[in-house]
């Protein structure tokens, strides 16, 4: 497959963190070795040791003799509370240089200690969300009090990390009895934090092979269900740092250019919240787009939409009148403003031509508060891991964790816990909404199977699941992509 740049440049804006005014430079990404000044001395330091490389445990997880707590994807009826974990695949310290020469019954007994010690840290964060579920807050404050004592930072294997930030998030959960959502503890607050949060992002994507394996998905199912539409609107609920339409911008380009004729008009329409985009990062992508498409010569408007006043009917007049080939990106989560049933609703009206889904592992709306918990945290523990393979130093996987794994973590937690009860699974809302799966093309296959072979870290294959595109580790799903018709 053609080797494609990431289609945002690095710029060194750590002279301009304190300006209140947003720059003016397009280019926003920042490389991670840069200091962050007094802010990173405040920071713990537990990642002060970096480790060359993780030694990657899913295999343990695969081969652990609980099928209840890491199950295939396929198996989402028999999802439960563990009753055991292989031990051997959880270690908080490093194994010591020089070994006592030990037989195997204290080697076993070793074993058996540490395997007790995070099947305890498991069984009560299952326990607290247990208690959270049914209204006793004051126990699960105590249950969690315990857990911040044992875990007071985010170091040791992925398991353990894990538990940490789901701990986090159930302090948060547990915070407020009221059903109103708490203030998220991740939440960017200030222009470095943008600044770290987009060369984080950056550093992501040549970590793993997530970020390109669903843009580029998306972006190939994108352009040959709008087939030679000379208007294209997008409305996007899920705009991340709007990465993806730059290189959906590269390919009209490109496309056009091939058949000597002009480029389509592009609009761009990106639903955000204020808990997940701070303005200055909504002003760079806006910058960075309008940038990017100027020097393509692609005529193209973009605006931003708050997602908590959303008003279906109003937006609807709006784009009648746009008269333009209409496709939607579509989050799959749990957040409650507004309800999945309303975006649903939304979206047929628009008959658009194409939507695109991406599923994160991370929300199951279908099940009870505390197992879709538990859902979440099998689902991370195995990013984690998959991230740990690349051998990517401390550094960056704390960065990584901070600005992008745990507000994700955040969001499944606090958004499942403050919405309504259980639905239906997603997919099966999408088809009683009238949305019909689509099957990708033998080529977007083909595209996303060549990615892999491009990644150093072994372990990452594609799977074909249903009508849905995933991609996995170690037999895990880590992501998947999906495309509907109404």
Excluded at 225 to 250: C, E, H, K, N, P
Excluded at 352 to 379: E, M, N, T, W, Y
Aim: glycine share 4%; with cysteine.
């Amino acid at each position: 497959m053609e080797e494609r740049p990431f289609p945002f440049s690095m710029n060194k804006l750590l002279a301009q963190q304190q300006q209140t005014q947003p720059p003016n430079c397009p280019s926003f990404f920042l490389p991670l070795h840069t200091s962050a000044g007094n802010r990173e001395d405040h920071q713990p330091q537990h990642f002060s040791s970096p480790l060359q490389k993780r030694p990657a445990v899913v295999d343990s997880f695969h081969g652990s003799r609980t099928p209840g707590l890491f199950l295939r994807g396929d198996q989402p009826q028999q999802l439960g509370f563990p009753q055991h974990l292989n031990a051997s695949a959880f270690q908080l310290q490093p194994t010591p240089a020089k070994p006592k020469l030990a037989d195997g019954n204290e080697s076993d007994a070793a074993a058996a200690t540490m395997h007790q010690q995070h099947q305890a840290l498991v069984d009560q964060l299952f326990k607290a969300a247990e208690l959270i579920e049914a209204g006793n807050i004051v126990s699960a404050r105590g249950i969690l009090a315990r857990l911040n004592h044992q875990l007071p930072f985010p170091v040791g294997k992925p398991l353990l990390r894990s538990v940490f930030y789901f701990k986090e998030a159930l302090h948060l959960v547990a915070a407020k009895s009221h059903r109103s959502p708490p203030p998220s503890s991740s939440a960017i607050s200030t222009p470095l934090d943008v600044v770290l949060k987009l060369g984080t992002y950056k550093t992501f994507s040549d970590v793993s092979p997530i970020v390109q394996f669903t843009s580029f998905t998306c972006i190939q199912a994108l352009l040959e269900a709008l087939g030679s539409a000379t208007r294209i609107y997008i409305i996007d609920f899920d705009i991340g740092i709007g990465v993806q339409w730059s290189a959906f911008m590269q390919e009209l380009a490109q496309r056009w250019s091939t058949a000597m004729a002009a480029v389509p008009y592009l609009k761009i329409t990106a639903f955000t919240s204020p808990s997940s985009h701070h303005p200055l990062e909504l002003h760079l992508i806006h910058q960075n787009l309008c940038h990017f498409a100027s020097s393509l010569s692609i005529p193209f408007e973009f605006d931003v939409l708050n997602l908590n006043d959303f008003e279906p009917s109003n937006f609807l007049r709006m784009c009648s009148a746009l008269d333009a080939a209409v496709a939607v990106n579509l989050r799959v989560g749990s957040a409650a403003c507004p309800p999945i049933s309303t975006l649903l609703r939304f979206v047929t009206q628009l008959c658009p031509k194409i939507v695109v889904s991406v599923d994160h592992g991370c929300d199951r709306v279908d099940l009870p508060f505390a197992h879709h918990v538990l859902h979440a945290f099998q689902s991370c523990t195995v990013l984690l891991d998959s991230i740990d393979a690349a051998g990517t130093n401390q550094d960056v996987v704390s960065k990584i964790e901070r600005y992008l794994v745990q507000p994700r973590i955040e969001n499944a937690v606090l958004g499942r816990r403050w919405s309504s009860d259980k639905t239906l699974p997603w997919r099966t809302l999408y088809a009683s909404a009238g949305f019909v799966p689509m099957r990708f093309s033998n080529f977007t296959e083909t595209q996303a199977e060549c990615l892999l072979k491009r990644v150093l870290a072994r372990g990452f294959h594609v799977e074909k699941r249903q009508t849905s595109l995933s991609l996995c580790w170690q037999r895990r799903e880590l992501v998947s992509v999906s495309a509907w018709k109404c």
